[in-house]
């Protein structure tokens, strides 16, 4: 699975996920599900009702890889 900037979504990563209708966004760390889909462990959210685990959707942004390095559409360099 890939963000929507093309960032392949690995266990470990850093990601922010987002509703663009309603401005409500979760961070967390990526991990697989004993049932194979990529899952995220909620670390911030600013809805109050945010599940503490959700499925990674489809409007997500790799911000920290699992290894520590930044992508570079999040880092601002040009590549």
Sequence with gaps: MRDSFGTRIESGDYVLSAASS??????GVVYLAPSGRLMMEVTRSNWDRAARRSEVGSNVLVLRKADGTVPTVVAGEEG
């Design 22 to 27: 309603s401005g409500f966004f979760k961070l």
